[in-house]
């Protein structure tokens, strides 16, 4: 339960990254939990759309951090490989939807 206290501590990188796993993967739960509500893969849709907007944004904030402050190089590569983590999960959720449909 700390993990859930400290959260507002995360950096905004982290947090983003974590909110949209989360979101996406209560989208992904409700597809199956709620079959035939083609609602929920129009809503999913959205979500993905508008999730990968505001990852890319903070994926360029991050590169551009990356470049002009050469002191925590390391810390910034961990920030981009975390919200870089949920491409292949998404990739993996839409591979099950598809081929469950």
Do not use: W
């Not at 905004?12 to 989360?22: H, M």
């Not at 209560?26 to 929920?40: E, H, S, T, V, W």
């Not at 999913?44 to 190089?73: E, M, R, W």
Request: with cysteine; aromatic share 22%; net charge negative.
């Amino acid at each position: 339960m700390e993990t859930l206290r400290d959260f507002k501590y995360y950096s905004f990188s982290t947090q983003l990254a974590l909110c949209s796993f989360v979101l996406g993967t209560l989208l992904f739960a409700c597809y199956f939990f709620l079959p035939g509500n083609d609602g929920i893969i129009f809503f999913g849709l959205f979500f993905v759309v508008f999730a990968s907007f505001f990852n890319a944004i903070d994926i360029l904030h991050l590169c551009y951090q990356l470049l002009t402050n050469p002191d925590g190089k390391e810390h910034i590569i961990i920030k981009i490989a975390i919200v870089l983590s949920n491409i292949p999960i998404a990739f993996l959720y839409f591979y099950i939807i598809v081929h469950s449909y």
